[in-house]
């Protein structure tokens, strides 16, 4: 089931999964653990703003979330959202990140029919190289628009970000 994320409950689960990848993956530049309050403030600041933070669980286990947050925060791209989703790493490559990643393109796509935020491009950001997140971005009709070389500096080394983008 997907359904829109409660801070309050699903804080921790969703800050359990984070960890992994702050930890051991390149899939954020974060480099220490977010504590379940942070995380917390983070869903409540992205639905604050109208925007979908959304979780999938089954068996009232939440197994991975999703969201949709402003690219900059200059009134100039407004109209642009970047979006995230993350797996517990325990049920990855089985299908359940393409169904939550495109019930969040299903939201976001509704807010572009909303006076209050019209959205006309969603982004995907992808630490390099990083071939099962490029393949879910391009099967979801996310075409790249670029890459910034040496963006970040995680695990001894320089990483590049690539920009995949869908507009709606």
């Excluded at 993350?86 to 976001?108: F, S």
């Excluded at 029919?113 to 019209?118: F, G, I, V």
């Amino acid at each position: 089931m997907i359904r829109d994320a409660h801070a309050a409950d699903d804080a921790a689960r969703i800050a359990a999964i984070y960890e992994h990848y702050v930890l051991h993956d390149t899939a954020t530049f974060e480099i220490e653990p977010v504590t379940p309050e942070q995380m917390g403030a983070r869903i409540a600041g992205v639905q604050g703003r109208g925007l979908p933070w959304v979780v999938l669980e089954d068996e009232d286990r939440v197994l991975g979330y999703a969201y949709a947050a402003p690219y900059r925060d200059r009134v100039a791209y407004r109209h642009t959202l970047e979006a995230s989703v993350y797996l517990d790493p325990e049920v990855r490559r089985g299908g359940l990140g393409t169904a939550l990643y495109m019930d969040l393109i299903g939201r976001v796509r509704r807010l572009t029919d909303s006076e209050h935020a019209p959205v006309h491009s969603l982004l995907g950001g992808i630490a390099l190289p990083h071939p099962a997140s490029v393949a879910l971005h391009e099967r979801l009709g996310f075409r790249h628009v670029g890459t910034i070389e040496d963006a970040g500096w995680k695990f001894d080394r320089w990483i590049a970000v690539g920009f995949w983008q869908l507009i709606l």
